[in-house]
T-cell receptor, first 115, second 109 residues
Framework: EAGVTQSPRYAVLQEGQAVSFWCDPI?????LYWYQQPRDQGPQLLVY????????NSQLPSDRFSAVRPKGTNSTLKIQSAKQGDTATYLCASSWWGTNTGQLYFGEGSKLTVL | QEKVQQSPESLIVPEGAMSSLNCTFS?????SIWWYQQHPGKGPEALISIFSNGNKKEGRLTVYLNRASLHVSLHIRDSQPSDSAVYLCAVRSHNVLYFGSGTKLTVEP
């Protein structure tokens, strides 16, 4: 079974540039999460979806961040006008909404460096 | 939003020793508690979870949960150099996992 796939693995930007990260969840998983993990910190929730619906986007840092999941499968996280403080690894995770265990399955992440 | 604190920040143990990691959380009504392992440049991988008070053992791993004291611990018996990684404690609440900052474990040969 294929795991969660993310691309690109790395991105280096100048301040003010935009970047998009793409995530393909495990087949059949209806719930998809985006987390931000700054260096030497734990993952912090940004947004999550059930199918194509946004369940909670209240932790998106600002209106520079947006996320969509139009068909309830793949998802894109976009950062506009990036700032040095956005430097972090962006992790995508997926699961089933009704899972009893609550286990999330993570991709390898997209590491963003903003110069 | 759940608050999750982990200690120590880093831990160095010799090969074959017991590694003990601690985690406190803010809400006794939290659902399951998870421990994840993260190697450099990789995403977190689930190791073990617990829901009820008491302990749970899987292989070399044992986890203890005390909801009254809002404390959970992970113990790795016979630690190996391949266990060297960051260990993340996560608390599930309303379909979301909230993570601590992690404990960096180094097992020296």
């Amino acid at each position: 079974e294929a795991g969660v796939t993310q691309s690109p693995r790395y991105a280096v930007l100048q301040e003010g540039q935009a970047v998009s990260f793409w995530c393909d969840p495990i087949s059949g998983h209806d719930t998809l999460y985006w987390y931000q993990q700054p260096r030497d910190q734990g993952p912090q929730l940004l947004v999550y979806f059930r199918d194509e619906a946004v369940i909670d986007n209240s932790q998106l840092p600002s209106d520079r961040f947006s996320a969509v999941r139009p068909k309830g499968t793949n998802s894109t996280l976009k950062i506009q006008s990036a700032k040095q403080g956005d430097t972090a690894t962006y992790l995508c995770a997926s699961s089933w909404w009704g899972t009893n265990t609550g286990q999330l399955y993570f991709g390898e992440g997209s590491k963003l460096t903003v110069l | 939003q759940e608050k999750v604190q982990q200690s120590p920040e880093s831990l160095i143990v010799p090969e074959g020793a017991m590694s003990s990691l601690n985690c406190t959380f803010s809400n006794s009504a939290s659902q399951s508690i998870w421990w994840y392992q993260q190697h450099p440049g990789k995403g977190p991988e689930a190791l073990i979870s617990i829901f009820s008070n008491g302990n749970k053992k899987e292989g070399r791993l044992t986890v203890y949960l005390n909801r009254a004291s809002l404390h959970v611990s992970l113990h790795i018996r016979d630690s190996q150099p391949s266990d060297s990684a960051v260990y993340l404690c996560a608390v599930r609440s309303h379909n979301v996992l909230y993570f601590g900052s992690g404990t960096k474990l180094t097992v020296e040969p």
